[in-house]
């Protein structure tokens, strides 16, 4: 699913026909690329995505001033149908992206293992300052968050907190699991951080 899709329909299916500036400036001032992955300069490639795949329709131009033409565009009834369908996924299915350091975690080579202390605790001080800026970043937001913005900028700093939790609960278990490793039984039924 993307993110910037459901953005640009919902905020079209909300306010009615706008144009890609109105668009990027909703989301410059709901300061969505700090809680989300749309940045506002990808807002008009995905809007002329959207315009080719008939989930929006230009109504008209308008042009103010010595300004450069705008294109006016607005939800089509395919569009609001993919919004229906997308609301619906986003609430009705859990994701989260694959992570290259789980491969790592789950299949470590020899020399790996000599040096996953050294990469766990680079790891957790790398997130560990990301919450910290990301806490500092909803701090000074402040006010100028609705409550639904603090809602999800809350929800990815709580991910970003587990993220570390687990960190710290697996340089905790370590020795005992490259131990568990090196055993030539190795049993594979329990886990030594569940225990």
């Known amino acids: 699913m993307s993110s910037i899709r459901v953005f640009i329909l919902s905020s079209l299916a909300e306010k009615g026909p706008m144009h890609g500036y109105q668009l990027r ?6 300061h969505m690329q700090n809680w989300t992955d749309i940045t506002p300069g990808a807002i008009y490639g995905a809007l002329k995505r959207l315009l080719r795949d008939g989930l929006v329709r230009e109504v008209r131009n308008e042009r103010e001033g010595g300004r450069p033409e705008r294109q006016i565009v607005e ?3 395919e569009g609001r149908e993919e919004l229906d369908a997308l609301v619906t996924e986003a609430a009705t299915a859990f994701r989260l992206p694959p992570d290259p350091f789980d491969l790592i975690l789950a299949r470590p080579t020899a020399e790996m293992q000599s040096n996953f202390e050294s990469v766990l605790r680079q790891r957790s001080e790398l997130v560990s300052a990301e919450a910290a800026i990301y806490e500092a970043r909803i701090r000074d937001l402040g006010p100028a968050l609705t409550d639904f913005e603090r809602l999800a900028m809350s929800h990815k700093l709580i991910k970003i907190q587990a993220e ?5 609960q697996t340089l905790d278990a370590l020795p005992q699991i490259l131990k568990r490793a090196q ?9 030594v951080i569940d225990q």
Do not use: H
């Open 75 to 77: 939800l089509t009834v």
């Open 164 to 168: 570390l939790s687990f960190l710290v």
């Open 183 to 191: 055993s030539p039984i190795n049993d594979r039924t329990t886990s």
């Open 25 to 30: 400036l909703i989301a410059e001032r709901g």
